[in-house]
């Protein structure tokens, strides 16, 4: 069974952090991109983070660069998504996403929303407070 299955989220104060987990699993993991889209209540749904799983080619949103950076760990079939400096703004379900393939253009076209986003875990809720 093909599964995203994303961890981590909770409750944080403003400028903490909060480590995101993504496991995959049923497909061959170095085979797809992974990415990080969320969505607040009343807002469009945003492209935060990609990576690809085999090249290691990354993109990241101008809201969380240089406070968020992803990673991968193959050997887990598992991304993760440390968030650091975490700000109410950044309130929102988090998704796992995944698109097969790997290359530094569909990196960033997958993480812009451009195009068919294949796999989807179930969320995990993440709130920050002021």
């Known amino acids: 069974e093909v599964q995203l299955v994303e961890s981590g989220g909770g409750l944080v104060q403003a400028g903490g952090s909060l480590r995101l987990s993504c496991a995959a699993s049923g497909f061959t993991f170095d085979d797809y991109t992974i990415g990080w889209f969320r969505q607040a209540p009343g807002k469009e749904r945003e492209g935060v983070s990609c990576?690809?799983?085999?090249?290691?080619?990354?993109y990241y949103a101008d809201s969380v660069k240089g406070r968020f950076t992803i990673s991968s760990d193959n050997a887990k079939n598992t991304v993760y998504l440390q968030m650091y400096s975490l700000k109410p703004e950044d309130t929102a379900v988090y998704y796992c996403?995944?698109?097969?393939?790997?290359?530094?253009?569909?990196?960033?076209?997958?993480?812009?929303?451009?195009?068919?986003?294949?796999?989807w875990g179930q969320g995990t809720l993440v709130t920050v407070s002021s």
């Open positions: 990576i690809g799983s085999s090249d290691g080619s990354t």
């Open positions: 996403v995944a698109v097969k393939g790997t290359d530094p253009v569909l990196t960033t076209v997958m993480c812009r929303g451009d195009g068919y986003l294949e796999l």
